[in-house]
């Protein structure tokens, strides 16, 4: 992605106010913000995690959902999951179904920096071979969803905040199966 890709500024209430630099968003005093969460599944009923590049900005180098990201001002939600999957992650994502649609948070990087985002949750399935953007993905794992309940329990500063909060309601919401081999 490019310096001048933009989001989308909102107010208490969700309602947009504006647009400013996704380069220069994310600081100490992160303003209420647009963003989204994708989960990916197979035909296992496994879900993609993804260990987030130690060149990123707010928590490098810990464990995360498939893929997240900001949709520009004025594109759909599903057309910025399928562009953030063919940049994170070089892949085509399809199926893309809404689960989360109210889901927010606001969470402190241990450097400081702010992520305060109004973030729909989608699941979807991708097409194709991964080839991860290195400069946003240091590694990936297909996981189970019951083994990664776990983790979350025993393990919980190894992953990032917001799929912390995010999987207990996946799985209060019936989104995604706790048995391997479970259709999604």
Same mark, same amino acid.
């Given at each position: 992605?490019?310096?001048?890709?933009?989001?989308?500024?909102?107010?208490?209430?969700?309602?947009?106010?504006?647009?400013?630099?996704?380069?220069?968003?994310?600081?100490?005093?992160?303003?209420?913000?647009?963003?989204?969460?994708?989960?990916?599944?197979?035909?296992?009923?496994?879900?993609?995690?993804?260990?987030?590049?130690?060149?990123?900005?707010?928590?490098?180098?810990?464990?995360?959902?498939?893929?997240?990201?900001?949709?520009?001002?004025?594109?759909?939600?599903?057309?910025?999951?399928?562009?953030?999957?063919?940049?994170?992650?070089? !892949?085509?994502?399809? +199926? %893309?179904?809404? @689960? $989360?649609?109210?889901?927010?948070?606001?969470?402190? *990087?241990?450097?400081? =920096?702010?992520?305060?985002?109004?973030?729909? !949750?989608?699941?979807? +399935? %991708?097409?194709? @071979? $991964?080839?991860?953007?290195?400069?946003?993905?240091? *590694?990936?794992?297909? =996981?189970?969803?019951?083994?990664?309940?776990?983790?979350?329990?025993?393990?919980?500063?190894?992953?990032?905040?917001?799929?912390?909060?995010?999987?207990?309601?996946?799985?209060?919401?019936?989104?995604?199966?706790?048995?391997?081999?479970?259709?999604?």
């Amino acid at each position: 992605m490019n310096a001048t890709e933009m989001v989308v500024l909102l107010d208490d209430a969700g309602a947009p106010i504006g647009e400013a630099p996704k380069a220069g968003v994310h600081t100490l005093d992160t303003p209420l913000h647009l963003a989204f969460s994708c989960y990916l599944l197979n035909d296992a009923g496994e879900v993609l995690l993804t260990r987030r590049s130690p060149e990123k900005k707010t928590w490098p180098g810990v464990w995360t959902n498939s893929f997240c990201g900001h949709p520009g001002p004025g594109e759909e939600f599903e057309d910025a999951v399928l562009r953030r999957a063919q940049f994170e992650l070089g !892949v085509d994502a399809n +199926r %893309i179904e809404l @689960v $989360l649609p109210h889901f927010r948070y606001r969470a402190v *990087d241990p450097t400081g =920096i702010v992520e305060n985002e109004i973030c729909p !949750v989608y699941l979807a +399935r %991708i097409t194709g @071979v $991964l080839k991860p953007n290195p400069a946003e993905v240091a *590694d990936w794992a297909w =996981i189970s969803p019951a083994l990664l309940a776990d983790a979350l329990e025993h393990t919980p500063s190894a992953f990032s905040p917001w799929l912390g909060l995010q999987f207990p309601e996946l799985l209060q919401a019936n989104a995604l199966p706790l048995q391997a081999g479970a259709e999604a």
